[in-house]
């Protein structure tokens, strides 16, 4: 069982920033691959992100490709989502999830791969 924890989330101005944080609590981290997902009221669990388990490769929606990055470290089990030049829509409940690595397979893009999640953080964008 692992156990995903994010922080970060708050209330920031139209073209403000924030970093998202989610602390693992496995010593296998390196075995997962890392998403990120937000959910906004009213509306499915959209993908955001995801990073490989090294964090060789990123992958992003074309929503905030440009703007957002992540990054993992390892070392101190975490993984990073740095939100740039955010917009309202940009609102929603963010989350981080863990796929387990399965041979060349890149990060899922889809929700219901992901093995496990966080509890959420908000993230409100005020115009």
């Known amino acids: 069982q692992v156990q995903l924890a994010e922080s970060g989330g708050g209330l920031v101005q139209a073209g403000g920033s924030l970093r998202l944080s989610c602390a693992a609590s496995?010593?296998?981290?390196?075995?997962?691959?890392m998403g990120w997902f937000r959910q906004a009221p009213g509306k499915e669990r959209e993908f955001v992100g995801a990073i490989t388990w090294g964090g060789g490769s990123t992958y992003y929606a074309d929503s905030v490709k440009g703007r957002f990055t992540i990054s993992r470290d390892n070392a101190k089990i975490a993984v990073y989502l740095q939100m740039n030049s955010l917009k309202p829509e940009d609102t929603a409940v963010y989350y981080c999830a863990a796929d387990r690595v399965a041979g060349s397979r890149p990060p899922p893009t889809v929700p219901y791969e992901y093995d496990y999640w966080g509890q959420g953080t908000q993230v409100t964008v005020s115009s």
């Open positions: 496995t010593r296998a981290f390196s075995m997962y691959h």
